[in-house]
């Protein structure tokens, strides 16, 4: 059922990785980087509420409820996903950015909401875990891509298309479209949607005469906030500066790795081509661990509550990414066999920073879900959740906003100090964790 969650995290992935690279590939110079991620936030603002109490309010029992969402925002994100290389302009690839960005957040509000529809309540942390798993193997899968294609021979670190962009990162992109639409259509076919009660159907009827879809979906969605529960209320301070941290890090991991160990900010220097690449094995190196331990989480989470994991988890986060600046890419962690040739593969010390981001990002995917799912009603879980996202997209709009209006430059102008201003804002995150009072709602 959360298979399709791979292909959705694999277009997620190759904007992590690559946007910031395109846009300046482009033109775009290091201050006009923050604007330019817009798309996500607002998309992910508008979007999500209005899918999620839509398909609270939908049913057909050839189509299902969740799954013709899935499937619509696959097919937007695949046509996204091949036309992004050909961006002639900025804001060419900003423009297909809000295209992809609002067909992923269609696809992925549904898929939250999913897991709560079909599964028991004992089974959500499992259920939201999967999903962890699914998007740290997605993204890791996209971040490797490029720089597999590159080791493999079928391309050159030096070799472009006439707009500048690597030809990797086109053959990247190329395979994100297929992926997003083969997972979806797998979920699709080979996964049944539960019929609602009677109850709940009686309630869409009831819903469907009260007025149109448009009126019916800011009704609930201003009930929903009205209503809101206290452990919702409690995450929001939480999810403010962990997902501001998280956009600090995408925005400015690959030119805060071309200043610190190659001295340049040239996008035609070797030096940032390099760190692009780096960008993709690190994010990908943290999304292995991401997926590897969150199945791990779920017993954890049993024993000592999602509230001590989640405290745990954005605790080492934090110290991991502050570290970025103070490891070095020339000292070498350990060695491992090439089975390829000769000369043993080396992983250097800058690795280590993903295993304390890996834990935490698990952590992000899943914690948060759990400790709301058991305390909102269930027929209307869709739009909670939709709005339970707006915790994580108002963060980034204020992120956006505030790095581009002073906080960059109260920074020093400095990518790695940015993204040390990510590891200390993911340790606080972590402190407001531990005041959330877990209580559950009866669903009814």
């Known amino acids: 059922m959360n298979f399709g969650f791979f292909g959705i995290q694999f277009s997620f992935g190759l904007q ?37 109490a839509i398909s609270d309010g939908t049913w057909s029992p050839k189509f299902g409820r969740r799954k013709p969402f899935f499937l619509i925002g696959a097919i937007l994100a695949s046509v996204a996903l091949l036309l992004m290389p050909y961006s002639k302009t900025v804001w060419m690839a900003a423009s297909l950015l809000w295209i992809l960005d609002a067909a992923n957040n269609i696809a992925m ?16 942390s499992l259920g939201f ?36 962009i690597p030809v990797s ?46 009126s019916r979906t800011i009704k609930d969605i201003y009930v929903a906030f009205k209503e809101m529960p206290l452990a919702m209320k409690q995450l929001i301070p939480v999810k403010f500066f962990t997902w501001y941290a998280m956009f600090c890090y995408w925005q400015y991991l690959t030119s805060a ?24 094995q690190y994010n990908g190196s943290y999304n292995i661990v991401c997926f590897i331990v969150a199945l791990a989480l779920v017993p954890l989470a049993k024993k000592i509550g999602a509230k001590g994991v ?57 914690m948060p879900y759990q400790l709301l799912a058991g305390s909102v009603p269930k027929h209307k879980t869709g739009v909670y959740m939709g709005i339970f996202n707006m915790f994580i997209v108002i963060p980034m709009i204020i992120q956006i906003i ?32 531990l005041f959330i009072k877990e209580r559950t709602i009866v669903n009814e």
């Open 257 to 280: 790795l071309s200043l610190s160990l190659f001295d340049t900010l040239d996008v035609e220097s070797n030096g940032f081509k390099t760190s692009q690449l780096l960008t993709g």
């Open 16 to 52: 992590q990785s690559n946007m910031s690279s395109i846009y300046k590939y482009l033109g775009a110079v290091e201050e006009e980087i923050p604007i330019l991620w817009l798309a996500g936030p607002v998309t992910g603002l508008i979007v999500q509420p209005i899918i999620g």
């Open 109 to 124: 509000e549904p898929y939250r909401a999913f897991v709560s529809d079909k599964l028991d309540k004992s089974q959500h």
């Open 169 to 214: 990162t086109y053959w990247a992109f190329f395979i994100g479209a297929f992926a997003s639409i083969f997972s979806i259509l797998i979920s699709v076919f080979t996964t049944k949607e539960y019929p609602p009660s009677e109850e709940e159907l009686a309630i869409i009827a009831l819903q469907k005469k009260e007025g149109n879809i448009l």
């Open 310 to 366: 989640h405290f745990i988890s954005l605790l080492l986060g934090g110290i991991a990414v502050f570290s970025i600046p103070y490891l070095s890419n020339s000292s070498i962690l350990f060695s491992i066999p090439n089975p390829f040739g000769e000369n043993s593969i080396e992983i250097s010390q800058l690795y280590l920073y993903t295993v304390g981001l890996g834990i935490a990002w698990a952590s992000m995917l899943a």
């Open 402 to 433: 505030s790095m581009q209006t002073f906080v960059y430059d109260l920074l020093g102008k400095n990518p790695v100090n940015v993204i040390k201003l990510a590891g200390l804002f993911l340790i606080i995150g972590g402190v407001f964790t």
């Open 129 to 164: 875990l999967m999903q962890s798993f699914f998007t740290g193997l997605g993204i890791t899968l996209a971040n490797f891509t490029p720089a597999i294609l590159i080791a493999l021979g079928f391309f050159a670190l030096t070799d472009t298309m006439e707009n500048g």
